[in-house]
């Protein structure tokens, strides 16, 4: 592209771009929903000493045992009333459930077509962006949004044979979400209290059960990721600490019926973050493999059975040894590394354990695509 | 934070507000969604604001999060992209005829680019960003900015519906 070209393309892009007038800056409700993370941040890092202090008492082998079962909380649970209704014959175009948590009712309303699909369930939640659903071979895909306070809500479409989900909850409770068409497909949607844990959704079709998720908690949010078929085990569960740095940031893998899903804490980002990846689903490159991504500034990917570690060249010429960590029951090793400040990575090299070089690449290893 | 620092924040906010819509909307092609991107920027921001406040360059700290949020977006799922035959619909905010045309016609172009791509040409172009800011920006080396602007640019240059639009 001439230079011409490239005057000419921030020329129409600074004129088009520029001409759209946004709504105001709603500097209000942005600041109302810093101040929840705020406090959700500071929740999780009391959480955090918490878990510490658990530590040094109870010795680490219970702290493992008491995050792979998903961090359940002691002590006696709340009363929770919660239900789920499909739309009455009076609903507005676009809403596919209500419901309510102790009294309080929620509606849930899509909107949009395509990849601007999104739901709204009321000013205490932002909106929900869905997309255009992609559901592989899921029986539902929910996605989660949250109040900042005390209330989660999941939303998303399911697979064409599925007329009904049952959701089971810890206090004994359970759901029906009946699925509502919107833009070509079908969706449920829910709203839990945060403290309430799901234990286990199960999808039906005409001829019976399809399927059943056991959703993996970050934090209070549950993460529905892999659906395994009626009388399938899936992965048994155990833990792995993947990753950790002076400045403090660590990533853990938890490898169960959920999947592999990984959680990532690093006090210079913005928050705790992780994400969650079907075994089944692994994009594999010769060496390492893209796993879910980036969360705050730590990356995570994976490596074949035979990597022991990698050498990572950052931009600014500095080398750090990254050591691959393997799960009991997961296929591949894992690796985990802080992003640079400033720039990013030039190459990496892979070496088994006898230091043997087994392939090497430039850019980011864990962005292999 | 205090009544002051709520202050400042808001005049951070106010005015960067537009051009962080703006920058979403180039990356997801979607004004609503824009707008949700730029409320997930500031509000984190404000969770940090002590330390954005002292950081060098705040404003790279609230575009970070737009780019991050934006391709974060397509993360939950188990797939970060999906290929489809058709594009999607786009939604495009009431003004004149021509220009809401030619808008959706570059949005469309830049949505056909990679995720990668789209932030390379977008933060160079638009935002004018320098090759290493754009690289800081996008956590990646300054030689993958270059080949990912180049890459952008090149099928952007072969659209025929540009080219016939006089748009580039």
């Known amino acids: 592209m001439s230079v011409q070209d490239e005057a000419r393309l921030r020329s129409r892009l600074g004129t088009l771009l520029g001409e759209i007038s946004p709504a105001p800056a709603p500097v209000g409700s942005v600041i109302r929903r810093g101040r929840r993370i705020s406090r959700r941040q500071q929740a999780a890092a009391a959480g955090g000493i918490a878990v510490v202090a658990a530590a040094a008492v109870l010795g680490p082998a219970v702290l493992r045992s008491e995050l792979a079962a998903g961090s359940a909380a002691p002590g006696p649970a709340p009363h929770y009333s919660v239900s789920v209704s499909p739309p009455g014959n009076a609903a507005r175009r676009g809403v596919i459930a209500t419901g309510s948590v102790n009294g309080w009712h929620w509606q849930a309303t899509l909107s949009g077509t395509g990849n601007s699909v999104g739901a709204r369930l009321g000013q205490d939640f932002p909106r929900l962006a869905i997309g255009t659903p992609y559901l ?146 692994v994009s594999f490159g010769l060496v390492t493999g893209q796993f879910g991504g980036v969360a705050d500034n730590v990356e995570v990917g994976l490596a074949r059975h035979d990597v022991a570690y990698l050498m990572i060249t950052r931009s600014d010429g500095s080398v750090v040894r990254v050591k691959v960590a393997y799960v009991a029951g997961y296929p591949y090793g894992l690796a985990a590394v802080l992003r640079p400040a400033h720039g990013g990575f030039a190459s990496w090299v892979a070496y088994n354990a006898h230091g043997r070089r087994l392939g090497s690449g430039k850019g980011d290893p864990v962005r292999l695509r | 934070m205090v009544a002051s620092a709520d202050e400042e924040f808001s005049e951070f906010m106010q005015g960067r507000w537009s051009q962080l819509v703006r920058l979403g909307y180039a990356l997801s092609g979607d004004l609503q969604t824009a707008e949700d991107l730029a409320q997930t920027a500031f509000a984190r921001a404000y969770a940090s604001w002590w330390r954005v406040r002292r950081a060098d360059n705040p404003d790279a700290y609230v575009r970070r999060i737009v780019v991050n949020a934006n391709r974060n977006r397509f993360r939950k799922p188990r797939v970060s992209e999906l290929l489809t035959e058709s594009l999607p619909e786009l939604s495009v905010p009431a003004d004149g005829v021509s220009q809401r045309d030619d808008r959706a016609v570059l949005v469309q172009e830049l949505m056909r680019l990679s995720p990668g791509q789209r932030a390379a040409v977008v933060l160079r172009y638009w935002l004018d960003l320098s090759e290493a800011e754009t690289a800081a920006l996008l956590g990646c080396s300054v030689g993958n900015v270059k080949s990912q602007a180049a890459r952008g640019l090149a099928k952007l240059r072969a659209s025929a519906a540009l080219l016939e639009g006089g748009l580039l």
């Open chain 1, 136 to 281: 592989a071979d899921d029986l539902a895909l929910l996605e989660s949004t949250s109040d900042g306070a005390s209330r989660y809500a999941y939303v998303g479409p399911v697979a064409a044979p599925v007329r009904y989900l049952t959701v089971s909850l810890a206090d004994g409770q359970q759901l029906i979400l009946r699925p509502q068409p919107w833009a070509g497909h079908r969706y449920v949607a829910m709203v839990l209290p945060a403290a309430l844990r799901v234990r286990k959704a199960v999808a039906y079709g005409r001829a019976g059960m399809l399927g059943y998720a056991v959703p993996f908690y970050f934090g209070a949010d549950a993460s529905f990721q892999t659906w395994l078929r009626p009388g399938q085990a899936g992965s048994a569960r155990a833990t792995a600490l993947i990753g950790s740095g002076s400045s403090q940031w660590s990533a853990t893998a938890y490898v169960g019926p959920w999947g592999l899903c990984v959680t990532v804490y690093d006090p210079g980002g913005i928050g705790p973050g992780g994400f969650c990846q079907a075994v089944s689903q």
